[in-house]
């Protein structure tokens, strides 16, 4: 059977497959789900954010975090990436039976840690336990709420030629990490960038305000598929210095040495900012203060044709990043 | 290895071995969440309730619902319960790989239809896929989001002695229907009793106001489970009159060839509400005039000794109602 007849894994991979599903089957039911990471409503007299985000990363304990503190960084970052501030968040647990409580608290304690240190208080829980082999561990989703500040206008629809385009630190280390941790690839020096995004976040837009365009964080489909949406939203053209990306060296040489593209792969800590090209000095300069993105640079600009994403290679050449298809590295988040 | 080594079945059955790691693992770390299912909460200028759920239900379609329709229900009503008039529902799906497209589109459909007849809106999603073998066919996570009327002070701690009891229909129908169809056991005539109750909630509430002491859904453990949280909460005892707790025949039948206690049998479409004596007889009239409560009854009385829940059988005898040990029924919701 086909793509169109039975989920198949690359479903759930954040590129085409994920969008055709999306499409066919959940928007023609749910008309008011956006294609943003977090949907903006009003409720009474307040606007917020709203999300929501299953986690089901494996392995659940991982060289820079774990499925806990990913959740809370995963839906913090959801939230600052429409411009909210994040103050409340549920978890909800779906358990295998057979899941030591040792493995279980330490995920517990991870997730009261990184809701700390992000500022938001988790505030509604619910625990539901399968039978073995009928999960996979621990399953985490968590939802948040935001606060949306006044006069906010975030939208990729907002990005016009001659803007640019800057990363917030280097790519791919949280895809590479997981995927090195569960199939034990024995790479060294990998670790997740799992972090929440809401402080420098929140930094940035009190700072340049309405000047930022756009932001997202690449997570599945990694920083073609977010340049990709971008460039589909505001017809235009996005042109990537390859010398210009910052990706660290064992990232690098682990991606070559599995042939993949580090342009697809997820990160969980950092984020893309569109913004002036009069500007994009200042941005970086201001990013690069806070630790969280004190990697930041510059990568790429904005072009009114040819529509696309492009590459200017270290060679000389320019090629396309096509958008992702199929299922590179199920179940990193 | 023992209930505090490894996590079992029970963990997830609503009674004792919840409530123990709820008690161990979790409210060590999120002090913030509450007992209740739904979380009162101000968030800028207004206040609101925020809860979570996750839907595992085994098998995700039977008489009277499918896990779509049950997801959207359980939302809906944990909300109401808190007085809260339900607004906005979250989606998100863990699919495993291998589903057929058409059993999607079947729960998302439902789901749809479910949150237009309880007049929410479903405004985010989010959709992972792991691997056959690693979850079952669907899970769904639902979070809620609801405004709280002001003044409102719903609390079983407002419970006092000579105060009545009430259920809005026939229970066990939700808990006996799935394991019937989960099992194949060839009862006739069950059908879950899954709906929203938001919108006799609101009517409820708009009539009696603050006369409403306390409102539960007896969902995982029963209607034992929601007395004793009342019992316990406002230290008095609860005696229920066994000929007025309203049964299907076909229920009480399926019950006693299987030996199950249907007081402590999942319902996902009834509530149970206190109010003082001299008013028990209005509630039940108004709720009566309501399709969702048109069956409800005045099942018992609080007294101030003694503590705890009793049941006052039809053959004139008395015997206590202990709270909830071990799973009856996993996977119910």
Do not use: W
């Not at 995920?107 to 829980?125: F, N, Q, T």
């Amino acid at each position: 059977m086909g793509i169109d007849e039975i989920i198949l894994l690359e479903h759930g991979s954040g590129g085409k497959a994920s969008q055709r599903l999306l499409e066919k089957v959940f928007l023609p039911y749910f008309r008011e789900v956006p294609l943003l990471d977090a949907a903006t409503l009003s409720l009474g007299k307040q606007n917020l954010a709203f999300t929501t985000d299953s986690f089901v990363v494996d392995p659940i304990f991982f060289p820079g975090g774990d499925i806990g503190s990913l959740a809370v960084h995963g839906t913090v970052n959801d939230l600052s990436m429409v411009g909210a501030k994040p103050v409340y968040l549920s978890a909800a647990f779906i358990l295998e039976e057979g899941l030591p409580m040792e493995d279980l608290k330490r995920v517990v304690e991870s997730m009261a840690l990184a809701a700390e240190k992000a500022g938001v208080k988790i505030v509604c829980g619910d625990t539901k336990v399968v039978p073995r082999g009928k999960g996979d561990k621990v399953f985490i989703n968590t939802c948040g709420l935001g606060l949306i500040p006044e006069g906010l206008t975030l939208s990729p629809q907002n990005i016009t030629p001659g803007d640019k385009v800057l990363v917030s630190g280097p790519i791919a280390d949280h895809g590479l990490t997981i995927l090195a941790s569960r199939e034990n690839l024995g790479l060294e020096g990998l670790k997740s960038d799992s972090q929440a995004l809401n402080h420098v976040v929140e930094a940035l837009i009190s700072r340049f305000s309405t000047q930022i365009k756009a932001m997202r964080d690449p997570t599945r489909g990694g920083l073609a598929s977010v340049l990709h949406e971008f460039s589909e939203a505001a017809k235009v053209g996005i042109f990537l210095e390859e010398e210009s990306i910052p990706i660290r060296p064992q990232v690098k040489a682990g991606c070559e040495i599995l042939g993949l593209d580090p342009l697809y792969l997820a990160c969980e800590g950092r984020f893309v900012v569109v913004c002036p090209g009069d500007i994009v000095s200042d941005v970086r300069d201001f990013l690069k203060q806070f630790p969280e993105s004190e990697e930041a640079e510059i990568i790429g600009e904005v072009v009114a044709e040819p529509k696309g994403v492009f590459l200017k290679t270290v060679f000389g050449g320019t090629r396309p990043v096509p958008p992702l298809s199929g299922e590179p590295l199920p179940r990193i988040c």
